[in-house]
């Protein structure tokens, strides 16, 4: 069989996941402090947006970057405001955010750039671009049949494993780092705490909204360099209106099927990110099994798997306990 | 008493460990508590006692730094101190175990122990040190845990251990313990005291609150009584009995021991036999059950929770199936689970359920409809199809006078009513109804004394009447006090019964132990 297929399938998936376990680790800072977060999918949309716009009025996907990082941050201190000083419904909070992302960002880019509720297509500099590791060669300087040449190890290096951005990398990164934060830090012991009895935590003297608010911020930090991958990374090259198309909701998804934990987290969004690269490839049904798949029923797939694991078929998760609870101070 | 003597021998401190100077709280037009002032002398058992709203907790949160008072001061070991937060409390060298623990249940006994109170940014070196000085508080106390067991996975004893040593780790020197026996059994309740009598001995400082006066004669030095907000009176223990300390607490004489005449037993009205439950987990609950309740008859159920007394309950309540032979006044009750709760009231079986607060009421209900919960379909309360909401408000003023329920407001929310006004509500719709037999577990949980005098009063008066009364509960004292006959369960089974009038705490706490044999 020929393996250009798998390699870009794989290449693809790896792509395609990095918004996801970013969104994923998002969610799971929010959550594991006690706070749902329906709104990872507005702060993602936000900070494609504000990121892709940024990128390409000053020419610098840094400055977009971190453009997006404070828009992302301002949905947050929304979110935290609501649900944690104001103890409101932290899913009306998450939805609302949504729902102004969605708005906000087509009206403001149409105002802007007036391109249809998008931005302008990136270029050079105004995108993240494929970083070429160490080792590795540049395949865009090959053609398809020099590249069936090499050896497969060096193929699946240089493709699957080199050429992504840079938040790919970060993405990777922040497993490992996420894991250490929450077992291995005062900060991390803290935080899990204060999502299954912030009264354990109150009375140690500890303030549960300052660590609620950091447990946001981290969120809205990551749901950034999410929103980020998405439009000014290779090969995207700028906004679309509803362009995350229920990543948010997916990662949450995936946040349940790991259980709230960090390296589940990464295996959940390989699962869906291979899902959504095989969305993509419907020929390869057709080639491996001689079976015509409709490319509809190939979209759905992510969603049918959100719908199987919501549903509790792959065992029981338990939330955090005090998940989705504001914090009262017992009269 | 040894206990009252070992205290006499420390010297003659003159500086009180704690000292409150006119504390004043009020929430909202509630005074919580009112200028009060007490003296808490180092190395002693002060025991705070009082009914439930009197504002012992209060007070000892604004201790904890939990509330902030109105009014007063505190001094600690003679310096005056401003406690803002818990935070300062603890680096005052106070401690608090509170009655629902602050535990995280999924953390191990370490990881909870170091909470807000780890050494550094990295957890390694808190987790060696602590392990450390866990193994040495342990030898030193009695207070044996494994440091690295998960809180869901161990009972409640060791919890509270966890808790005590949390505030030992933090180096208090002062501990305050909120209710601390209401959720442990007998044996642990014993473990506890030994505990707090070392930790005296190693010249702590310790507050206990509670309402149970056994717990205060048994290990206290002094003792405060607080009612309404105010502190009533601070004696030495030794010095005082219950029945001044009862009327110290509720403002009147109070009945310690039921009144009660010798029973008259009428025909049977319930007979059980071979009853077996076994519950969702496979794990047989109730192991073959057998007994009889006759008219104007109080059969009391004693055990240490959990030994099957609760799912008899429920299966007699019609909220559980079982197997088995179950006659009700000379008729077979289905047991399958086709019979609700509702048919058993029809064939005259009231129950007040063990937890009011789960099973007893609807806490965001008004009480009118609490009291019309489980009848309301009843003429009485019908107007046609629908409810004739105006009779059953009538009805439930006429009830909460007749019970005493204060606040005598029918539109009032369950919620918002104290936990002996919320039993009384449940007791006053389960008697009223005139069941021939009356299914009532735990009466007095958490409940005042003069409340307790009360739903005692008026299970006598019932049984009085001529009805059968199935009482569980897992006060010794109030089975001892109330019943007629008593059955002992122990792991899904009867191990004996007893005349209550010719038996005593010792025999019946063998059986409890599952001790047979007429020996016992």
Redesign the interface.
């Known amino acids: 069989m020929d393996w250009t297929t798998v390699i870009l399938l794989l290449d693809s998936t790896i792509r395609t996941a990095t918004p996801l376990l970013l969104a994923c680790l998002a969610g799971l800072f929010s959550e594991r402090a006690g706070i749902f977060d329906i709104g990872l999918e507005g702060k993602m949309l936000v900070a494609a947006f504000l990121s892709a716009a940024f990128a390409s009025v000053t020419g610098s996907v840094w400055l977009g970057l971190l453009m997006g990082v404070a828009g992302s941050l301002v949905l947050s201190a929304i979110h935290g405001l609501a649900s944690i000083t104001f103890r409101g419904n932290q899913l009306i909070s998450g939805v609302a955010i949504n729902f102004l992302a969605a708005g906000l960002t087509v009206v403001v880019a149409q105002d802007w750039f007036a391109e249809g509720g998008r931005t302008p297509q990136l270029g050079d500099g105004e995108r993240f671009s494929g970083i070429v590791l160490p080792g590795a060669l540049d395949l865009r300087t090959f053609t398809i049949a020099e590249q069936r040449d090499l050896p497969l190890l060096q193929r699946f290096y240089s493709d699957v494993i080199s050429g992504h951005s840079i938040l790919v990398y970060l993405a990777a990164l922040v497993v490992p780092l996420t894991w250490w934060v929450l077992?291995?830090?005062?900060?991390?012991?803290?935080l899990?705490?204060v999502g299954?009895?912030p009264?354990?935590?109150?009375?140690?003297?500890?303030s549960v909204t300052r660590l609620r608010f950091a447990a946001v911020g981290i969120a809205g930090v990551l749901c950034a360099l999410a929103g980020a991958q998405l439009a000014v990374a290779e090969p995207a090259a700028g906004f679309t209106r509803d362009m995350t198309a229920g990543r948010g909701y997916i990662a949450l998804a995936a946040l349940i099927f790991a259980k709230w934990r960090p390296y589940p987290a990464l295996g959940a969004c390989l699962l869906f990110g291979f899902f959504q690269a095989l969305e993509a490839r419907p020929d390869l049904f057709v080639t491996l099994f001689n079976l015509r798949v409709p490319s509809a029923l190939l979209s759905a797939l992510p969603y049918i798997l959100t719908v199987i694991i919501l549903a509790g078929f792959v065992g029981r998760a338990i939330p955090p306990?005090a998940g989705g609870e504001p914090y009262v101070?017992e009269? | 008493m040894a206990v009252a003597s070992q205290a006499q021998h420390q010297s003659p401190e003159t500086i009180p460990a704690i000292e409150l100077r006119g504390i004043s709280k009020a929430?909202g037009p509630v005074q919580a508590n009112k200028d009060i002032s007490i003296r808490v002398m180092p190395g002693t058992i002060h025991g705070i006692i009082g009914e439930n709203g009197a504002g012992k907790s209060t007070l000892m949160s604004i201790l904890?730094g939990?509330y902030h008072a109105d009014a007063g001061e505190i001094f600690i070991n003679g310096q005056r101190a401003t406690i803002t937060?818990?935070?300062?409390?603890?680096r005052a060298g106070i401690g608090?175990v509170?009655q629902h623990f602050?535990?995280?249940?999924?953390?191990t006994v370490l990881?909870?122990i170091?909470?807000?109170?780890?050494d550094?940014?990295?957890?390694?070196p808190?987790l060696a040190r602590a392990r450390r000085e866990l193994r040495q508080l342990a030898d030193e106390y009695e207070l044996d845990v494994n440091p690295d067991a998960v809180i869901e996975e161990i009972g409640v004893g060791f919890q509270q251990r966890v808790e005590i040593l949390k505030a030992l780790y933090r180096k208090a020197d002062i501990l305050i313990l909120d209710e601390p026996t209401g959720v442990l059994t007998p044996p642990e309740a014993d473990h506890l005291f030994r505990i707090l009598h070392n930790l005296r001995e190693q010249g702590k400082t310790i507050i206990l609150i509670t309402h149970k006066l056994r717990e205060i004669m048994e290990i206290t030095d002094t003792v405060s009584v607080m009612r309404r907000g105010e502190m009533t009176a601070t004696v030495a223990t030794r010095d005082t009995s219950p029945p001044q300390l009862a009327e110290l607490m509720v403002g009147r004489k109070v009945l310690l021991r039921v009144d009660k005449k010798p029973a008259k037993p009428g025909r049977h009205v319930l007979e059980v036999e071979n009853l077996r439950v076994v519950d969702a987990k496979g794990v047989e609950r109730l192991k073959g059950v057998s007994f009889s309740l006759r008219q104007g008859e109080i059969l009391g159920l004693a055990g240490v929770a959990g030994n099957g007394q609760s799912e008899l309950l429920e299966v007699l309540g019609g909220t559980m199936r079982a197997t088995g032979a179950v006659r009700m006044n000379g008729q077979p009750l289905d047991l399958s689970g086709r019979q609700d709760a509702r048919a058993r009231r029809e064939v005259g079986i009231g129950h007040v359920p063990e937890d009011r607060q789960q099973a007893g009421l609807i806490l965001d209900f008004a009480a009118w409809e609490n009291i019309a919960l489980g009848y309301h379909h009843r003429d009485t309360y019908s107007k046609g199809l629908l409810m004739d909401q105006a009779a059953m408000r009538a009805d439930t003023v006429a009830k909460m006078g007749r019970f005493d329920v204060r606040p005598p407001n029918p539109l009032l929310a369950a919620k918002n009513f104290s936990g002996g006004n919320q039993q009384k509500i449940v007791v006053a719709r389960e008697i009223e109804a005139r069941p021939d037999l009356l299914l009532i577990g735990q009466p007095t949980r958490g409940v005042d004394i003069g409340a307790i005098e009360f739903i005692h009063k008026q299970i006598v008066a019932l049984r009085d009447q001529g009805k059968a009364i199935l009482l569980v509960s897992v006060e010794l004292d109030e089975i001892l006090s109330l019943s007629d006959r008593i059955a002992v369960m122990f792991d899904g089974r009867i191990m004996g019964e007893r005349v209550a009038s010719q038996s005593n705490a010792n025999e019946l706490g063998l059986l409890m132990a599952g001790v047979t044999g007429e020996a016992a």
């Not at chain 1, 009264?199 to 500890?206: C, E, R, S």
């Not at chain 2, 602050?102 to 953390?107: P, R, T």
């Open positions: 077992y291995r830090t005062r900060f991390g012991l803290r899990r705490a299954e009895n009264a354990a935590v109150d009375t140690a003297g500890i306990r101070k009269r | 929430f904890y939990f937060d818990s935070q300062a409390a603890i608090m509170f602050k535990l995280v249940e999924n953390f990881e909870n170091i909470l807000g109170a780890e550094s940014g990295l957890l390694r808190s």
